[in-house]
């Protein structure tokens, strides 16, 4: 059985948004990580990946966004042993000013643009990768065609 998780990549101004996690969190407490969360059981519905990772940016660092789009998927397994599918969606900022608005999940807001996450010697590897992944979608919608 898996968890399945939900993060946004939020691209706005030619930078990032990313968290530091609560030192309260179960998994990967005080890391720097994108925004999101697990998607709980509805029973039958639809679109629930992407209300699901709308919430919980709302949620955590109270912002809407929009034009969600499919980044990558991986799993991995939590420091306590639970098994987890997680989707990355590259996010526009539609409105709002990000903070930490849950202090148990988020300790810290910070915008940096691709090259500080890549060059930054506390963010991990996969999400340096996920960064790239992002990133490279995010330059074809913004690439004009005369």
Known sequence: MFIVNVEGAIYHDGKWLLIRRSEKEEHAG????LVGGKVEIEGVSSDILERTLKREI???VGIEVSNLRYVNSSSFVT?????VVDIIFLCDHHSGEAYAKSPDEVDVVLWMTTEQIVNHHDVPGYLKDNIK???RLAQQH???NF
Do not use: F, P, R, Y
């Open 58 to 60: 709302a949620e955590e």
């Open 79 to 83: 420091d306590s042993g639970i098994h």
């Open 142 to 144: 913004t690439i004009v």
């Open 30 to 33: 005080g890391s720097l990580s």
């Open 133 to 135: 992944l992002a990133d």
